[in-house]
């Protein structure tokens, strides 16, 4: 089983920016980050298969939000700017055969809380 733990959340001003991170440990073929809002559903937010060039993000984050990870920390990055009080959620990382929708996620995180304050 693969553990992930994310960290990296805090309160900031619109138009700022923040880093999250999902440290991973075991082996992961992809990893996703998701949102949730309190009275919304959670959400696919980017992911990233392990080793490939190709990312996805849903419209909402792209230009915005870069995915990256570190292979040798075996760490996955939420580079977030330009942040929006929209993005206000619980950010997960999750894992599993694959990490754009959640219906594919096996395992989660504990998630880490980000709050965008206009």
């Known amino acids: 089983q693969v553990h992930l733990a994310e960290s990296g959340g805090g309160s900031v001003q619109a138009g700022g920016s923040l880093r999250l991170s999902c440290d991973v440990s075991g082996y992961a073929y992809c990893i996703g980050w998701f949102r949730q809002a309190p009275g919304k559903k959670r959400e696919a937010v980017a992911s990233?298969?392990?080793?490939?060039?190709?990312?996805t993000y849903v419209d909402s984050v792209k230009g915005r939000f870069t995915i990256s990870e570190d292979s040798a920390a075996n760490t996955v990055f939420l580079q977030m700017n330009s942040l929006k009080p929209e993005d206000t959620a619980m950010y997960y990382c999750g894992t599993g055969i694959a990490c754009t929708h959640l219906a594919n996620v096996r395992d989660w995180g504990r998630g880490t809380q980000v709050t965008v304050s206009s």
């Open positions: 990233i298969v392990r080793g490939r060039a190709n990312p």
